[in-house]
């Protein structure tokens, strides 16, 4: 990929929320970079943009799209590599049929989604949709390793700026519950590869062998695990577990990560939703799956499709009747924790209710205390440590509070979050066999009908990467580091076994301490309280679960991080935070023109960004862009300038005119570049002086629903006039 093809800057166009914002702060990204000769240009990864380019055949000249994912796979390989990354969705298959049924509603002649594939056409359409299913960007980007803070402005913000923590009580009725036998961290075993080989994965049954998987490539020195879920304990622990909250009287709630995780838990959801109804598929499991009833696809799906059935119907609600109060994603309506496989997702549903002092919604639109259900033990005891400690101890003091940051070995698609092609439903009884292209069998697991079978691996490379990347952090802030491994799990023990003889060879062993998940969690939570630092050295699924929970207690966000992946081949990697709420706050632009999105991840990464730039091109301008930004995210905190919640108060668009405005004072106020203190001086002054103007033309028609033409692919057009509403603005940036 020559660099002369290749922007400056690659802005993300993805979905959702962040997706709406892009259409209001590229144009002022895109004018302000140009007077430094920057270029910033998009790429489209959004679920959208992924399902038209992956059946080009089916398309018109017009409809046809590049696949710019693949394209962005390439560029971060190279040192050329330069990309903004906002949040995209991690398509759950629900909102996979959505975004096709639009998209045939806009006149694209793509195929449905099978759910039973029987024809090769069949086939192929689930082959190809499977590829753009749970976190298909994230492995394909994540060529280096993760650095996760919060950015000083912000944190200094948060201290200042105290959020409302919700009590806690040490007779608190809130737990963990997860299974303490039968699930992956208790079946796992793992080995590191002498030397480079390839692997079959099979299963061995008295029908005979069938292959799972062939050609599994590994280069020396990968580690390799294998585990399964059994499908018969998963189902006795769910059992057990809805009695005992009914016994407890509080509320029933499931967390997972049926998005990223995309073939397993998916499917451990679908035993959640069979064990609420227990009853009723004993009864009418047959009725309900020729009405095409798939469990993994919630209950909003299975009493759609049932609910013309006065029988079953009836016997949803006796048995509902008998069970404890559901855990609600939204009352009003009532969407239960068990509708939509990606309606919960872990690592911001579990960080919301620890927030909360322990509370969820619960049917009556009140809030009560949960049973927390998180069937795998791997990382449960994170969350168990968390609210046992906020028992003991009462709720963290955010003025008070230090900070936990995180260094994360992601890249190469390391760990379980790059396991999906490696992932299996067992058909039958059996035995599931990794057998390298020697014979060696490197892995073995007797298994049933039903079982979850997976294997993950971690390459060397990128482990040895992680462990040096820690180690420039811990050195450059001195603050306490722990690598969160467990000695007694299988893969840990792998990566300790990497781990320590680099922490002594770079003579640094002593500023370094190794702790299981549970001890680390509480090692953290006992230092931020004294208000003293922590880095979390951590697993690619850590880190996506800490860096939402720490920054969820400290900050009362984790869209708010500063994410930075330090590409293995020297590019950069500038992550813009979460869009887990994306969802609603894109129904309450649609119903009341207003954005509660609030870009500023966006921000810091863009500051980032331009001093990447700077530094690998040797543009100065570029570096006086980057610290104007970050002079400009200080003011929209300073100033609250962030959006609100409600109607009527500043919204997103709102917040991105006071970041234009601050960020060109702070460009016609620096002395570095006479040049651009000159070009940004009557856009400042322009800025300042028609801010009553903008502000009103901004807020114009807003508590009225827009037409944006489109919720996966919205209308270019008809999204701009919503979020552009200001001419004046408009006029003033170019």
Request: hydrophobic share 40%; charged share 25%.
């Amino acid at each position: 990929m020559a660099e002369s093809q290749t922007p400056d800057i690659i802005y993300t166009k993805v979905d959702e929320a962040p997706e709406l914002a892009s259409a209001s702060l590229l144009p002022i990204i895109r004018s302000f970079a140009a007077a430094a000769g920057v270029s910033v240009d998009t790429r489209d990864i959004s679920l959208a943009g992924r399902i038209i380019a992956t059946f080009p055949e089916k398309l018109t000249d017009a409809q046809r799209q590049s696949d710019d994912l693949a394209w962005l796979g390439e560029l971060v390989k190279t040192p050329e590599a330069n990309v903004i990354k906002l949040p995209n969705i991690s398509a759950s298959v629900p909102q996979l049929v959505a975004a096709i049924k639009e998209l045939q509603s806009q006149g694209y002649d793509l195929p449905d989604y099978p759910e039973a594939p029987a024809t090769d056409a069949e086939k192929d359409a689930r082959a190809r949709y499977d590829a753009i299913k749970g976190s298909a960007v994230n492995p394909v980007l994540r060529e280096g390793n993760s650095d996760r803070r919060a950015a000083a402005a912000v944190k200094k913000f948060a201290q200042n700026n105290p959020h409302r923590m919700g009590d806690w009580v040490a007779d608190s009725k809130t737990r963990v519950a997860a299974m303490s036998g039968g699930d992956f961290f208790s079946n796992e075993v793992s080995a590191t590869l002498p030397k480079a080989a390839s692997a079959k994965i099979v299963l061995e049954t008295a029908a005979g062998e069938t292959v799972l998987k062939d050609g599994v490539k590994y280069p020396e020195g990968t580690v390799v695990d294998a585990t399964y879920m059994s499908a018969k304990a998963l189902g006795a622990f769910l059992d057990e577990e809805i009695a005992k909250t009914k016994q407890e009287g509080v509320l029933f709630s499931l967390h997972m990560k049926a998005t990223m995780m995309k073939v397993s838990d998916p499917i451990i959801f679908g035993y959640a939703v069979k064990a609420w109804l227990k009853p009723v598929f004993e009864k009418y499991g047959e009725q309900m799956k020729a009405l095409g009833v798939n469990p993994n696809s919630g209950l909003g799906d299975l009493l759609n499709r049932v609910k013309d059935n006065a029988e079953i119907m009836a016997a949803i609600d006796a048995v509902n009747a008998t069970r404890p109060p559901m855990y609600m994603v939204n009352s009003d309506k009532g969407i239960t924790n068990l509708h939509v496989p990606s309606d919960v997702i872990i690592d911001a549903s579990m960080p919301a209710l620890i927030r909360a002092g322990g509370k969820g919604w619960g049917p009556d639109n009140k809030e009560h205390d949960c049973v927390c259900v998180i069937p795998d033990n791997s990382y449960a005891p994170v969350y168990d440590a968390t609210i046992e400690f906020f028992k003991a101890n009462g709720k963290l003091n955010p003025a008070t509070a230090g900070t936990v940051q995180n260094i994360g070995l992601m890249a190469q698609k390391a760990e379980e979050y790059g396991s999906h092609p490696t992932t299996f439903e067992i058909p039958a009884d059996g035995t599931v066999k990794m057998i390298l292209d020697d014979g060696t069998v490197l892995h073995s697991h007797a298994v049933e009908k039903g079982d979850i079978w997976r294997s993950a691996s971690a390459r060397k490379a990128p482990i040895e990467d992680w462990v040096n990347l820690a180690i420039d952090r811990q050195k450059a802030t001195g603050y306490r580091a722990i690598f969160w491994l467990d000695a007694a799990r299988a893969h840990d023990a792998q990566l300790i076994e990497y781990v320590k003889p680099i922490l002594a060879a770079k003579g640094v062993a002593e500023k370094f301490e190794i702790m299981a998940p549970r001890e680390a969690t509480i090692a953290s939570l006992e230092t931020i309280t004294k208000g003293e630092n922590t880095i979390a050295i951590t697993g690619n699924v850590l880190r996506d679960y800490l860096t939402d929970l720490f920054p969820i207690l400290e900050l009362a966000t984790s869209a708010k991080m500063l994410s930075i992946v330090k590409l293995m081949q020297g590019g950069g990697l500038f992550e813009t935070g979460a869009g887990g709420s994306a969802p609603k706050h894109v129904q309450q632009l649609m119903e009341e023109n207003h954005l509660r999105w609030d870009s500023l991840g966006e921000f810091c990464a863009l500051g980032e960004s331009f001093r990447f730039l700077a530094d690998a091109k040797g543009n100065a301008k570029a570096r006086v862009l980057g610290d104007a930004v970050d002079v400009a995210t200080q003011g929209i905190l300073d100033n609250d300038k962030s959006p609100g919640r409600k109607v009527g108060q500043p919204d997103n668009r709102d917040s991105h005119f006071y970041f234009a405005q601050y960020w060109a004072q702070a460009m016609a106020a620096q002395s570095d570049d006479a040049a651009l203190a000159a070009h940004f001086a009557p856009i400042a002054k322009a800025l300042t002086e028609n801010e009553a103007t903008i502000v009103a033309e901004l807020q114009a028609g807003r508590g009225k629903p827009v037409d944006l033409g489109g919720y996966y692919h919205g209308d270019a057009a008809k999204t701009a006039t919503v979020m552009r509403p200001s001419a004046t603005f408009n006029k003033i940036i170019g």
